[in-house]
């Protein structure tokens, strides 16, 4: 997690196409606007997987034995809430400067670095020990929540020998829980001011080289290694040139392609704000269309193993308030529409996190923001602690509504949303239809008429809501908060939708999104 490509984002417009929807500026007031969702079940456009949700964290997260361990009940069942089937991927920028302390006399790689002490940079400026305890109690906070894993080795100050000891340990540990080993964070960033891992000229036909010296030392350490990448920032070129190059080196190993995408940043910059937090970012496919053609080609699935509203740690009042969540939940839909097969949105303890840009968060304005920071950095969907206990975040709830999306065929849409922020997705089921739908205008209320194109027998739906876009306390899904320690919770308000014939009109409120579900 570091200097995050911002994709530069024109004006609003609106745009009907395979599935997504996205308007403008207009401004609407008074009675609630009008529109009008046409459903094409016969198009489906992505197989969403079980495992598509999941959370991202820094390695140096795993420096305390305690945070990833079996006797962690809070975080597991915030986890289990989440999904049965998630993915943890285990990264960032500190794994590159964490280092595998297999016994009490191993220290740190002796190695020189540009830049450590120099100002400006954003990288972690210390080594930060892992150990085989801290690997054997995530295996059981894993085995706890049903949930698999992504682990990343050191390429920025790494060795074949030393990332090959690591992760034979891993593999022998985490057995089946382990996806696949992912090997340097961001390394089309290696060479910039604010990472300097790597001097000025260094490009991706250096990093394939070396990048496959430790491939090759992992596959002689673990028989049955298997790797994804390249985990870029959202680099369309690296991507395809991975997906084309890697599988040539290593053949079946290669099992995934890795990409991140952070919205905003940095969190001091006041371009950083809700309002341009919500607007469309058609960048984002323009990425993808860049990156699909390859992966498809490699019969590979490509997964956003990083992403965020704000790198740096987040923004506070934006980044843990109801407008992440609206960001957040259609952001992942639209990756769906767009093809991706996972979203892990990076997240952990203020600590770690500064730590891993520099020893600072520049999102930290007061004494209340640091309070905050010290349970969970702002971006993060939970926050606690092992004495606190832990507590969804307002993304978290977006998280658990497109966790509805699991296991089902994402299917074509055309939304006339008629100049408004509005989005709308819809998927087939064994017993039906799902339909999300996101309103993102501040003072704006929609009366949207859904044509399903199928017969229905009923629909019933629930509502994910706050005070306002910038709250960050008060948010709920189906009229419920999920109970903090326990995570404990049960729908409390599920409208009834009357269906006519093969459609249905439902009302989508300012600053709110709405699930749909419709029973053929």
């Keep these: 997690m570091d200097e995050q490509r911002r ?40 197989e ?29 069942a915030l986890h289990r809430r989440l999904s049965p089937n998630g993915v943890l991927r285990i990264g960032g920028n500190s794994s590159e400067f964490c280092y595998w302390k297999s016994s009490p006399d191993v220290g740190p790689q002796q190695i020189k670095l540009a830049g450590l002490g120099r100002a400006g940079n954003t ?45 034979a340990a891993v593999a022998d540990v985490l057995g089946a829980r382990l996806l696949y080993f992912q090997i340097g964070n961001e390394p089309d960033l290696y060479t910039t001011a604010n990472n300097l891992l790597r001097p000025a000229g260094w490009g991706f036909s250096d990093y394939m080289r070396q990048w496959l010296a430790i491939a090759q030392a992992v596959c002689a350490r673990v028989p049955n290694a298997r790797f994804g990448g390249p985990d ?7 991507i395809a040139r991975f997906a084309r190059e890697a599988p040539k080196r290593l053949g079946q190993r290669i099992v995934g392609l890795s990409g991140h995408y952070y919205a905003s940043g940095p ?11 919500l607007k469309p970012a058609p960048a984002i496919a323009e990425e993808m269309l860049g990156i699909m053609p390859a992966a498809r080609a490699a019969g590979l699935p490509f ?73 969970g950095t702002f971006y993060s969907p939970f926050a606690g602690n092992r004495s606190e206990g832990f507590s969804a975040r307002p993304l978290f709830y977006a998280m658990m509504m497109v966790e509805q999306f699991a296991n089902t065929r994402l299917i074509a849409t055309a939304f006339e949303a008629r100049g408004a922020n509005a989005t709308a997705y819809a998927a087939k089921t064994a017993d039906g239809l799902r339909i999300a739908l996101f309103n993102k205008e501040p003072s704006a209320d929609f009366e949207i008429e859904i044509d399903l194109n199928t017969a229905a027998r009923g629909a019933t739906l629930w509502r994910l809501t706050g005070p306002r876009l910038d709250a960050i306390s008060g948010i709920a899904l189906a009229g419920a908060q999920i109970a903090p320690g326990s995570a404990d919770w049960q729908p409390a308000t599920v409208e009834t939708v009357r269906v006519a014939g093969r459609s249905l009109t439902v009302s989508l409120p300012r600053a709110s999104a709405a699930l749909i579900f419709a029973r053929s």
Aim: overall charge neutral; hydrophobic content about 40%; charged content about 15%.
């Design 267 to 277: 969190p001091q910059s006041p371009a950083v704000n809700i309002a341009n937090l």
């Design 123 to 167: 990288m972690p400026q210390h080594f930060t020990p892992i150990t085989p305890q801290a690997v054997t109690n995530l295996r059981g906070f894993l085995d706890a929540c049903s949930w698999n894993c992504i682990y990343g080795l050191n390429f920025g100050t790494g060795s074949p020998a030393r990332d090959a000891e690591e992760a």
């Design 303 to 375: 997964r956003i193993t990083e992403a965020n509203s704000c790198y740096r740690g987040g923004k506070p009042g934006m980044s843990n308030a109801l407008a992440s969540a609206l960001w957040g939940g259609d952001y992942m839909l639209e990756m769906a529409a767009l093809g991706g097969k996972g979203v892990n949105f990076h997240g952990g303890s203020g600590k770690e996190i500064a730590a891993s840009v520099g020893d600072k968060l520049p999102g930290v304005r007061n004494a209340a923001d640091e309070k905050i920071a010290r349970l």
């Design 7 to 46: 994709h530069d984002r024109p004006d609003r417009r609106t745009v009907i196409a395979s599935g997504l929807a996205f308007a403008g500026t207009a401004a609407l007031a008074g009675a609630p606007a009008k529109s009008r969702l046409t459903l094409h079940p016969d198009r489906v456009l992505n």
């Design 232 to 238: 870029v920032t959202l680099s369309a070129d690296w």
């Design 48 to 76: 969403i997987p079980a495992n598509y949700s999941g959370f991202s964290v820094e390695t140096a997260q795993l420096s305390d034995p305690s945070y990833y361990e079996a006797g962690n009940t809070s975080l597991i």
